[in-house]
């Protein structure tokens, strides 16, 4: 089989593992960059000469100005909320890439907004803890057929077009939820406005992608969320709205799948979950508000506290084979730096039963209880290695048991949010 020059990064846990610095890292190398799932729901910090930079839907190779980087057909776009993102980058980062936009991209519009807010509220004591950007009912809208795509709001006829489906938008949140709907003239005008913005950036993504990777350009994908938040392989129902494992890169950027030739899994050295579900693994103590204090735990675009807790190698062997993973890239092993002890979730018990992949429903997932390993912990302050020699044994140990039980090998660890503070182990990509 013919080897192309692409690359997919995936989160391989619950989101919030660091994808965002390693597509910055890679970026360095790479021609293009393609996000193929998720909206601005996603927040992806990345740290480079002492400065902090946030990206929601663009991706992050952004910041990078030899890199095109492009929002696939997978994805679904806030025009408004893209724009502002866009526009402060401009304004703070002078040296910045190309940005493109899939033509098929779905639209998130302001009822989106309104129903996500609504359901999220109905749900009650039940909520699956939503951003409440518009994502899952833009999604409801694409899989439904009532969605508007970018491509759609250029066409002659498209105000006819779009006042059909809100004011169907409009009897439903009323019906359902005694909502009022936002004014249609307001939404289309300011639609309008936002989409003049970037008209000139709208392309057919699959085809403009299949013509760069046969010329040879190196191609990075990259994900949003986590393996264990797809909406089919995830802990469902508390998922996300797309599927953001590394098997949607297809169809999520219009390209045939033989065009993927590597995916390397991007894992924190321990667990975080932001919202409701099964933790198997969660710390509960003041060992596990170290980690988030020392970790910076706290979502980049809402502030929310993550959850915390040990490594889950049973949640990530299952997302290694979701997802196909090559290798994992292993980030924040810093903030494990010293523990005295150091747990690894080996398997679970439910009602007496050993478990060695997550179950389907959300029931069983909360009943499940994390069996561990134990292995000594470091307390050397590791920031500043630059090789995987120079770590303490007892880290180079916990890396060598990650590897072991899921029967992978780690391509490399990063000690720090900075491009700098980045060990490989082998040539990825």
Same mark, same amino acid.
Request: aromatic fraction near 10%.
């Given at each position: 089989?013919?080897? @192309? ?122 909520? #699956? ?22 491509? %759609? ?54 085809? @403009? ?20 938040? %797809? #909406?089919?392989?995830?802990? @469902? ?7 953001? &494992?590394? &098997? ?10 033989? @065009? ?113 390993? &134990? ?55």
């Amino acid at each position: 089989m013919k080897k @192309y020059n692409t690359l997919v990064v995936v989160g391989s846990q619950w989101g919030d593992e660091g994808k965002g610095k390693i597509t910055d890292y890679f970026s360095q190398i790479t021609n293009l960059v393609v996000r193929y799932s998720g909206g601005d729901n996603a927040g992806h910090q990345i740290n480079f000469n002492g400065e902090k930079h946030k990206v929601r839907i663009i991706p992050s190779g952004i910041f990078n100005r030899n890199v095109v980087n492009i929002i696939g057909n997978g994805c679904v776009v806030n025009l408004e909320q893209l724009n502002e993102e866009f526009d402060m980058i401009k304004k703070t980062f002078i040296n910045h890439g190309t940005l493109l936009i899939s033509n098929r991209a779905q639209l998130v519009l302001p009822y989106h907004i309104q129903i996500d807010e609504a359901q999220e509220l109905a749900r009650g004591k039940n909520k #699956i803890g939503t951003t409440k950007r518009g994502i899952g009912p833009a999604y409801q809208d694409k899989v439904s057929r009532s969605g508007i795509r970018v491509g %759609d709001v250029g066409l002659p006829n498209f105000k006819e077009k779009f006042k059909k489906v809100w004011e169907y938008q409009k009897v439903f949140l009323k019906k359902m939820f005694d909502v009022e709907i936002v004014d249609f003239d307001h939404t289309y005008n300011s639609l309008i406005e936002n989409y003049k913005k970037i008209k000139e950036q709208v392309i057919d993504c699959g085809e @403009y992608l299949e013509s760069a990777i046969k010329e040879g350009k190196k191609v990075l994908f990259e994900g949003a969320q986590g393996a264990m938040l %797809d #909406i089919d392989h995830g802990t @469902y129902p508390f998922v996300t709205s797309s599927n953001c &494992s590394a &098997s949607n890169v297809a169809l999520g950027s219009g390209i045939s799948f033989k @065009y993927i030739d590597s995916v390397l899994g991007v894992v924190k050295a321990y667990s975080t979950r932001v919202g409701a579900g099964g933790f198997p693994a969660e710390l509960l103590d003041e060992i596990g508000d170290g980690i988030r204090q020392r970790g910076n735990e706290y979502g980049s675009n809402t502030k929310r506290p993550r959850r915390v807790g040990w490594i889950d190698l049973v949640a990530l062997r299952y997302a290694i084979r979701s997802s196909a993973i090559d290798k994992i890239f292993i980030t924040l092993l810093d903030v494990l730096s010293g523990l005295d002890e150091i747990k690894l979730c080996t398997s679970y018990k439910m009602e007496d039963k050993s478990i060695s992949s997550p179950p389907p429903t959300a029931e069983e997932f909360e009943k499940c209880e994390a069996v561990y390993l &134990s292995t000594p912990g470091w307390k050397e302050d590791i920031t500043n290695v630059k090789s995987f020699s120079e770590l303490p044994d007892a880290a180079k140990n916990y890396l060598k048991l990650i590897e072991k039980f899921c029967e992978i090998n780690v391509a490399g660890f990063s000690v720090g949010p900075d491009r700098k503070q980045t060990v490989l182990l082998e040539e990825i990509f």
